[in-house]
Nanobody, 118 residues
Framework: VQLQASGGGSVQTGEYLRLSCAAS????????VAWYRQAPGNQREFVAR???????RYGESVKGRFTISRDNTKATVYLQMNSLEPEDTAVYYC?????????????WGQGTQVTVSS
């Protein structure tokens, strides 16, 4: 049971990245999945969440710029990040939440680094 986060990199202000969170060992379609991020010296911050019905929620700092989506056929959740800012620099983690029909415990990906330079 694991999540594999990928897609991070180094970009400049205003550019975009798409992060992927691929599941293995469990059926992702029954789990809500969230993205969090953590910058050095800061607490982990909520970024976005998508439930198993496709409903979404976003942190205030990314609303209008980031879009979370899922492709259950590929067991993958995506985070499209547009108009990136230096303040978005962080390690991004995905998390599958436990639920009655999904995974039985919180499952975290290993993190992927996003660096935005001005």
């Amino acid at each position: 049971v694991q999540l594999q986060a990928s897609g991070g990199g180094s970009v400049q202000t205003g550019e975009y990245l798409r992060l992927s969170c691929a599941a293995s060992g469990f059926n992702l379609q029954f789990s809500a999945v969230a993205w969090y991020r953590q910058a050095p010296g800061n607490q982990r911050e909520f970024v976005a969440r998508i439930n198993n019905s496709g409903g979404t929620r976003y942190g205030e700092s990314v609303k209008g710029r980031f879009t979370i989506s899922r492709d259950n056929t590929k067991a993958t959740v995506y985070l499209q990040m547009n108009s990136l800012e230096p303040e978005d620099t962080a390690v991004y983690y995905c998390n599958a939440e436990p639920g009655p029909s999904g995974v039985s415990r919180n499952v975290w990906g290993q993190g992927t680094q996003v660096t935005v330079s001005s």
